[in-house]
């Protein structure tokens, strides 16, 4: 069974860089796309952006000047980095196997609240 | 901006039959969106029931099943029980790239 387990850091002050690491055990991270999704507390589900099984990434056009998602295939881990964070950045950040051209998600991980406050 | 739209909350009887839908603000929903849908229990992670259209995930129960209704994506929960009361989010699949989520349907089950 696929698991996915996201980690870093709790809190982040504003303006600086949120990174986040989601960890694959139960299969290869390769053959898939991969996504990030984002939670802010009380509200609901945003979808960052994904890294696909060639290699290329796509991103909510919201946060596209902000974001990098990439693929640690030597470790089997999807990062993300969000830099310049807000108040606003605030949420529960999950990872998730992306179906691809097919849609959806069929995997996610418990997720990781990341607040950002000085 | 594709906005997706849901109901922002809806409830349902013990062993009744409840209808969730997904569309757009602009334009219908078809196959093509490849329409998945997904719970969330308060303080849980997500879970998905349904993706593209109408499979369900390994393990998801046979009372709950996906469809396209006129314009719209829809989840039908035929049976509803007690432990179905959650949040309910569609995602669509816009323009062959980007993914997204509807703003949510809170279901009561009462």
């Known amino acids: 069974q696929v698991q996915l387990q996201e980690s870093g850091p709790g809190l982040v002050k504003p303006s600086e860089t949120l990174s986040l690491t989601c960890t694959v055990s139960g299969g290869s991270i390769s053959p898939y796309y991969w996504s990030w999704i984002r939670q802010p507390p009380g509200k609901g589900l945003e979808w960052i952006g994904f890294?696909?099984?060639?290699?290329?990434?796509n991103y909510s056009p919201s946060l596209k000047s902000r974001i990098t998602i990439s693929v640690d295939k030597s470790k089997n881990q999807l990062t993300l980095k969000l830099i310049s964070v807000t108040a606003a950045d605030t949420a529960v950040y999950y990872c998730?196997?992306?179906?691809?051209?097919?849609?959806?998600?069929?995997?996610w991980g418990r997720g990781a609240l990341v607040t950002v406050s000085s | 901006q594709t906005v997706v739209t849901q109901e922002p909350s809806l409830s349902v009887s013990p062993g009744g039959t409840v209808t969730l839908t997904c569309g757009l603000s602009s334009g219908s929903v078809s196959a093509s969106f490849y329409p998945s849908w997904i719970q969330q229990t308060p303080g849980q992670a997500p879970r998905t029931l349904i993706y593209t259209t109408n499979s369900r995930s390994y393990g998801v129960p046979d009372r709950f099943s996906g469809s396209i209704l006129g314009n719209t994506a829809a989840l039908t929960i035929t049976g509803a029980q007690a432990d179905d009361e959650s949040d309910y989010y569609c995602?669509?699949?816009?323009?062959?790239?980007?993914?997204?989520f509807g703003g949510g349907t809170k279901l009561t089950v009462l």
């Open positions: 995602v669509l699949y816009v323009r062959g790239a980007f993914r997204v």
């Open positions: 998730a196997r992306d179906r691809g051209s097919n849609g959806g998600f069929d995997f």
């Open positions: 890294f696909s099984n060639s290699g290329s990434t």
